[in-house]
Each structure stands twice: as structure tokens, then as C-alpha cells.
């Protein structure tokens, strides 16, 4: 199993720019999340999605935009990027798992470093 | 405002002794903590799991939970230079079954 996979791993984008992160996941996980994570300042939540077909509004949500497309993946796009968006991106699932829902175990990909000029 | 505290070091310690790692949250309520470690460019990786009162040992992990202090720790024994990274401390507040709380980190420093 490959686990949480996110392409693509670097990515440098113009001011105004568009792109879409995407991230799939082989653990039959029912829930997704994206996150950002800059120095000292932690992860911090933009989006997730607690199943298939739905969508909620992290802690820094502005700027972005999620797709669920299935079960199995997550997208996370940017519509016009802006220097204060470069940042490093991850992805990961989480089951639940000792099937109870609380237990809320999250699984990481690799990352995207991104930067914006 | 639900927080997660860490202090974000560095924490130096001799290669062989016995690493210790603090975490303190807001939220009196919250029932799953988690200790993720994260190496300089990687992601963060789950090490460890802790959801009642006590200690949880694996292998040369200790993960220790004070509900009542709010507080969860994390030792590392017989430290190894492998151990240099920081670590992450989460936490799942009672109103979410999915979304986890985080610390900044605690950057850690084995010295051999």
C-alpha cells in the first residue's frame, strides 16, 4: 500500500496563478484534510472532508478551494495564489480506526512545497 | 480559544539518557492525544496513541496522560541521534471527531 500520495512534490507559481494539489489515499479512510504548515506556526487546518460528498471549512480556509472527487481522493485548489500562500502542504486521512470514530488517527503524505513569486 | 502548548525548544540530550517531552491543552474535555514525529523536510508521522489516564510504553516510546492536569508527555529512552527531530503533539477536542488540535513542536537534539 502506498498510503497518502500528493502530487506534485515542488511547484513555484506567479503571483495570480492557478493550480490544484492533489492527493489520493489506499487505506480506505473515510475522512481527509489538507493543511499548511510554515514555520513556526505549526499545522494548521484549511479544509477537510469527514466522508464522500462532504466538505468543511478549516481554521484558514480563504483563498482555497477543496474537491472531493471520491472515496479515494482529495484536491485542494488554488484560484489565484498569492505570495502569503507559499507555504508546505499536506495532505492525510484518518479511518476511524478501533472502530470508533473519535479515535481520529491521521496518516500524512509527502507534501507540497510551494512557492509563490 | 482551544490550544495546544509546547515548548518549541531546542531540547538537547546526551545520546543514552532519557528524553522528555511536554504537552499541555485547554480543553478540559478532550478524550485522544497523539505524538507525531516529523524530521526536518519529511511529513509528520504518527509514533504514538494515548486515550485514558497513564502510560503507554512501545518499545523505547512512554506516552503519559494527565486528564486532570491536562498534560501529555512523551519520553524517549536510551536516546539515539535517529531521535533528532521535532515532535508534534495533537490533540482531538471533545466537539470534533475529526478535526485534531496542534502544537507547534518541540525540536529535539540528541547529542552523541
Known amino acids: 500500500n502506498a498510503g497518502v500520495t500528493q502530487t506534485p512534490k515542488f511547484q513555484v507559481l506567479k503571483t495570480g496563478q492557478s493550480m490544484t494539489l492533489q492527493c489520493a489515499q489506499d487505506m480506505n479512510h473515510n475522512s481527509m484534510y489538507w493543511y499548511r504548515q510554515d514555520p513556526g506556526m505549526g499545522l494548521r487546518l484549511i479544509y477537510y472532508?469527514?466522508?464522500?460528498?462532504?466538505?468543511d471549512k478549516g481554521e484558514v480556509p480563504n483563498g482555497y478551494n477543496v474537491s472531493r472527487l471520491n472515496k479515494r481522493e482529495f484536491s485542494l485548489r488554488l484560484e489565484s495564489a498569492a505570495p502569503s500562500q507559499t507555504s508546505v502542504y499536506f495532505c492525510?486521512?484518518?479511518?476511524?480506526?478501533?472502530?470508533?470514530?473519535?479515535?481520529?488517527?491521521?496518516?500524512f503524505g509527502p507534501g507540497t512545497r510551494l512557492t509563490v513569486l | 480559544q482551544k490550544e495546544v502548548e509546547q515548548n518549541s525548544g531546542p531540547l538537547s540530550v546526551p545520546e543514552g539518557a532519557i528524553a522528555s517531552l511536554n504537552c499541555t491543552y485547554s480543553?478540559?474535555?478532550?478524550?485522544?492525544f497523539f505524538w507525531y514525529r516529523q524530521y526536518s523536510g519529511k511529513s509528520p508521522e504518527l509514533i504514538m496513541s494515548i486515550y485514558s489516564n497513564g502510560d503507554k510504553e512501545d518499545g523505547r516510546f512512554t506516552a503519559q496522560l494527565n486528564k486532570a492536569s491536562q498534560y501529555v508527555s512523551l519520553l524517549i529512552r536510551d536516546s539515539q541521534p535517529s531521535d533528532s527531530a521535532t515532535y508534534l503533539c495533537?490533540?482531538?477536542?471533545?466537539?470534533?471527531?475529526?478535526?485534531?488540535?496542534w502544537g507547534a513542536g518541540t525540536k529535539l537534539i540528541i547529542k552523541p
Open positions: 480543553d478540559r474535555g478532550s478524550q485522544s
Open positions: 492525510a486521512s484518518s479511518g476511524p480506526s478501533s472502530g470508533a470514530a473519535r479515535y481520529n488517527e491521521q496518516f
Open positions: 495533537a490533540v482531538n477536542p471533545p466537539d470534533s471527531n475529526y478535526q485534531l488540535i
Open positions: 472532508s469527514a466522508s464522500e460528498g462532504t466538505t
